[in-house]
Every structure is written in structure tokens, then in C-alpha cells.
T-cell receptor, first 116, second 111 residues
Framework: DAGVIQSPRHEVTEMGQEVTLRCKPI?????LFWYRQTMMRGLELLIY????????DSGMPEDRFSAKMPNASFSTLKIQPSEPRDSAVYFC??????????????FGPGTRLTVL | EDKVVQSPLSLVVHEGDTVTLNCSYE??????LLWYKQEKKAPTFLFML????IEKKSGRLSSILDKKELFSILNITATQTGDSAVYLC???????????FGQGTRLTINP
């Protein structure tokens, strides 16, 4: 099992540029989560999908952030335009179908984003 | 708003010591509490607790939940340098998939 795959692993960009982060969940998992981790705020949920449908995007900081899941094996998180305060590690996680509240989320290796 | 508070935020001990990490929470309609270990990259799952008083154990790690007092502890016995990591606690509501994480405890094991 390859686990959750994220790309790129590192991204350095300049303020104002568009950034696209990519995630491939574990095969067979029907839920996908995007998190952001910073020293100040810890690990925060941005958005999650069930069966490719966005369920809760209340954690998305502002309109500059958007996420899509066009199919069961791929999701993107886009930031346009990027700002220095977006610098963080962005994790994608996926989980198996099961009774809600008892599924375990498996995390990808993360993308470290630096916006100059 | 759901809230998770971990303590201590940082802990340094010697190899072989036993450590106890704490997690207290406030959540509406509690369903489960999860512990993760984060080394240099992704958090990896350790335990999920849903019932009070039932200890979950994996090797030198164990964890227990107290739903009355709203806290959980993670114990690590005979610590090794490989246990050095940030330990994260997260909670989830009934019928929900969203996890709310604490700030984590950074554990350092010195040889």
C-alpha cells in the first residue's frame, strides 16, 4: 500500500503567485481531508470531502483558498494569490469508510510551502 | 467551539524514564479521542479511544480515557530515543469526521 501521496513535497514561491498542491488518497478510502500546520496554530482542518463531495469547508481561511476533488483518486488545494502568511506544511489525509466518528485518518507526508 | 489542551507542551527526559502526556478536551457530543505521533513528517496513528476506563496498549505505549473528567493520558514506559516526537491528541464529535487537534507535546528523549 503506497499510502497517501502528496506533491510537491516542497514549494517555494513568491507572493502573488498561484500555488497548487496535489493529493492522491489511499485506494478505497472515500474521505479526504486537507490540513494546515503552523507553529502558531498547530494542525487545523481546512476542508474535507466524502465521496468526492465537499462536506465542511469552514476551515478554509478565505476566498484565496479553493479545493477540488474531481474523482476518488485525486484532489487539489489551490491558493491564488499566495501570501507570506500562507507559509505552512499542508497535509492531506484519507480514511476508510465506516461508522462516522470511528474512522482513522491516515496522513500523507505533507507539502512544505514557503511564500516569499 | 471544541477545544483540546495538551500538557506539558514540551518534555525532556532520559532514556529509560517513564512519561505521561496529558490531553484534556471540551467537545459537544463526544465520540472519540485519537493519539498521533509526529516525527519529522506526517502524523502516524497510535490509538483511538471511545470508552472510559479501557486501556489501549501497544508495546511500551498505553492510553486511557476518562469521559467524566474529560481527559486522556498517554503513557510511555522505558523510553527510547526513537520515542522523541511531537504527540498529538485530537477529538471528534458524534456522527462527525472532523478532528480537532491540540497543540501537541514535544517529547525529547536524551540518551
Amino acid at each position: 500500500d503506497a499510502g497517501v501521496i502528496q506533491s510537491p513535497r516542497h514549494e517555494v514561491t513568491e507572493m502573488g503567485q498561484e500555488v497548487t498542491l496535489r493529493c492522491k488518497p489511499i485506494s478505497g478510502h472515500n474521505s479526504l481531508f486537507w490540513y494546515r500546520q503552523t507553529m502558531m496554530r498547530g494542525l487545523e482542518l481546512l476542508i474535507y470531502f466524502n465521496n468526492n463531495v465537499p462536506i465542511d469547508d469552514s476551515g478554509m481561511p478565505e476566498d484565496r483558498f479553493s479545493a477540488k476533488m474531481p474523482n476518488a483518486s485525486f484532489s487539489t488545494l489551490k491558493i491564488q494569490p499566495s501570501e507570506p502568511r500562507d507559509s505552512a506544511v499542508y497535509f492531506c489525509a484519507s480514511s476508510l469508510p465506516g461508522a462516522r466518528g470511528t474512522d482513522t485518518q491516515y496522513f500523507g507526508p505533507g507539502t512544505r510551502l514557503t511564500v516569499l | 467551539e471544541d477545544k483540546v489542551v495538551q500538557s506539558p507542551l514540551s518534555l525532556v527526559v532520559h532514556e529509560g524514564d517513564t512519561v505521561t502526556l496529558n490531553c484534556s478536551y471540551e467537545v459537544t457530543n463526544f465520540r472519540s479521542l485519537l493519539w498521533y505521533k509526529q516525527e519529522k513528517k506526517a502524523p502516524t496513528f497510535l490509538f483511538m479511544l471511545t470508552s472510559s476506563g479501557i486501556e489501549k496498549k501497544s508495546g511500551r505505549l498505553s492510553s486511557i480515557l476518562d469521559k467524566k473528567e474529560l481527559f486522556s493520558i498517554l503513557n510511555i514506559t522505558a523510553t527510547q530515543t526513537g520515542d522523541s516526537a511531537v504527540y498529538l491528541c485530537a477529538v471528534r464529535r458524534q456522527g462527525a469526521q472532523k478532528l480537532v487537534f491540540g497543540q501537541g507535546t514535544r517529547l525529547t528523549i536524551n540518551p
